[in-house]
């Protein structure tokens, strides 16, 4: 599974932005895909994930409410709404091979990472 992650940029407090990831290869044998970020200096954290059933979908905490992960084909969108300044950091997609309903928000979960796509939020 390859991953390519686009849409980052830079936006204001507040603004939205709509993030992609371009799963090519052997997309059919993803079993889950998610969006983590990692902001300067911090650890990676989870952000979203989606089985690829679109059964249901997993978030954190803090973006509950604002961002919403989507699945159409072999593309995976992330829709940020209401950004804050606390949202600036590199953002990689990642596919899981492996059902991981119980680690969904483990980054040692998945297999397959994109390179990062960043996003700013200035105040």
């Known amino acids: 599974v390859q991953l390519q992650a686009s849409g980052g940029g830079l936006v204001q407090s507040g603004g939205s932005l709509r993030l992609s990831c371009a799963a090519s290869?052997?997309?059919?044998?993803?079993?889950?895909m998610a969006w983590f970020r990692q902001a300067p200096g911090k650890d990676r954290e989870f952000v979203a994930a989606i089985p690829w059933s679109r059964s249901t979908t997993f978030y954190a905490d803090s973006v509950k409410g604002r961002f919403t992960i989507s699945r159409d084909n072999a593309k995976i969108t992330l829709e940020m709404n209401s950004l804050k300044p606390e949202d600036t950091a590199v953002y990689h997609c990642?596919?899981?091979?492996?059902?991981?309903?119980?680690?969904?928000?483990?980054?040692?979960?998945?297999?397959?990472w994109g390179q990062g796509t960043l996003v700013t939020v200035s105040s």
């Open positions: 990642a596919a899981a091979t492996s059902a991981i309903t119980s680690t969904v928000r483990s980054g040692n979960a998945y297999n397959y």
């Open positions: 290869g052997r997309a059919f044998s993803a079993r889950f």
